[in-house]
């Protein structure tokens, strides 16, 4: 019998605050995006929260494979749930409509008359997961990705290799391949740069030798997710080593100290299968969250990440086409709450076209995004001189919001 495909699903996780009242809209990828509009509406007193979901769609989301709302609260440190609800019911019965929950002091772990403090954060988590349209062409492309991923790993038959002495990992690629789609490796390898010369396994030896330091001007997630692949790859005994090494083999060797070995390894999957996978953005996470990295990471198969940090690769590799799917990766991820501190992001003062959709999402819910949570702790932060705000970001902002 033919392989059946797999079912494959796109899944959104959006994470809030509770604020005093509110309406945040989710802004959903645009694989969901066709699916519904939806807000989710909060509220919250001294002693009691309520929050839900408003939703509006032309069609039955008959695609939709789960909904579920959940509320948590920080207790002494801890995280805990306090009461979860499936909508998919609700839902998936109703084009449109509105679905609220009530909980009260006794589910946030609070006494009969205790109040709300400043101690006690409140945050909601909406999960929405829709089956894919295309399921065999989108399962085919993931598996060709998974597939090409582990020769990233092999020499053969590579003859560039990217060495990242930060994490001591590396890649190797055809040299062909990637001049042929990139004018950066075009000029690099055809010309008189140091990479343009052929190296051999001594010379390997002597470049994993040296001290190295981090010429990146931004701070990266992606980091988080090489250290995490530098820790499985020194459970494997030490640094893996590439698979049908030689020792009359020669190669390019391109040194990378700005760039995460996670964020390349996703981008030549990419050139070579038209698959990437994104990450979302560390602004969507709850203030002091870190990535969380499963244990599927390994260095053979490719992981999701960083939509800055492939846009500033693509940028810097001249790769148009991947610009604009990590672009429209981070503007599918703004949020009221995300876009303030996107606004303040360096990559966002760096790079226009990802300063032009910050601003324009956060002039289009400037009175939403004023009285958020986030932006009053970045007003703080940039009150006490920790934070500053990028003139050329602040001069688009009023000319939007004016």
Request: glycine share 4%.
């Amino acid at each position: 019998m033919p392989e059946q495909p797999e079912s494959v699903h796109t899944t959104l996780i959006f994470e809030t605050t509770l604020d005093t009242a509110r309406e945040c809209a989710v802004h959903l990828p645009p694989s969901m995006g066709s699916a519904a509009r939806w807000t989710l509406v909060l509220k919250r007193d001294s002693y009691s929260a309520s929050y839900g979901l408003r939703w509006d769609s032309e069609s039955n989301l008959s695609q939709l494979t789960k909904a579920s709302i959940s509320l948590y609260h920080t207790s002494t440190s801890m995280i805990n749930l306090a009461a979860s609800y499936d909508l998919l019911p609700v839902v998936r019965g109703q084009p449109s409509g509105e679905k609220s929950y009530a909980v009260g002091p006794s589910d946030l772990g609070l006494g009969s008359r205790s109040r709300y403090t400043s101690n006690h954060l409140l945050f909601v988590k909406l999960e929405l997961c829709l089956k894919s349209e295309d399921r065999e062409e989108t399962s085919s492309a993931e598996r060709l990705a998974r597939t090409f991923a582990p020769t990233l790993l092999s020499t053969h038959p590579s003859d560039v290799r990217l060495y990242f002495p930060l994490s001591d990992l590396e890649l190797w690629a055809n040299s062909a391949s990637l001049t042929k789609v990139s004018p950066y490796f075009q000029a690099l390898l055809t010309s008189d740069f140091l990479e343009a010369e052929k190296r051999s396994l001594e010379s390997k030896t002597e470049s994993e030798g040296q001290h190295w330091k981090n010429t990146s001007e931004f701070k990266d997630s992606d980091d988080e997710l090489d250290s995490a692949l530098k820790l499985k790859s020194k459970i494997r005994k030490g640094k893996i080593p590439a698979r049908g090494f030689h020792s009359d083999l020669q190669f390019h060797e391109v040194i990378v100290t700005d760039i995460a070995f996670a964020t390349y390894q996703a981008c030549l999957v990419w050139i070579a299968t038209g698959h990437i996978s994104f990450a979302p953005l560390s602004s969507t996470r709850p203030p002091g969250q870190s990535r969380v990295i499963g244990p599927a990471v390994d260095l053979d198969r490719p992981q999701k990440v960083s939509p800055k940090s492939i846009y500033r690769l693509a940028e810097f590799l001249s790769l148009p086409e991947l610009q604009t799917l990590a672009l429209d990766s981070i503007a599918s991820q703004l949020t009221v709450d995300s876009v303030a501190y996107e606004l303040f992001s360096d990559v966002t003062a760096a790079y226009d076209e990802i300063c032009d959709v910050v601003v324009a999402s956060c002039a289009a819910n400037w009175s939403a995004v004023q009285a958020s949570d986030s932006m009053k702790l970045l007003k703080a932060e940039a009150r006490d001189g920790g934070l500053e705000l990028s003139g050329a970001v602040f001069l688009k902002l009023m000319e939007l919001v004016k």
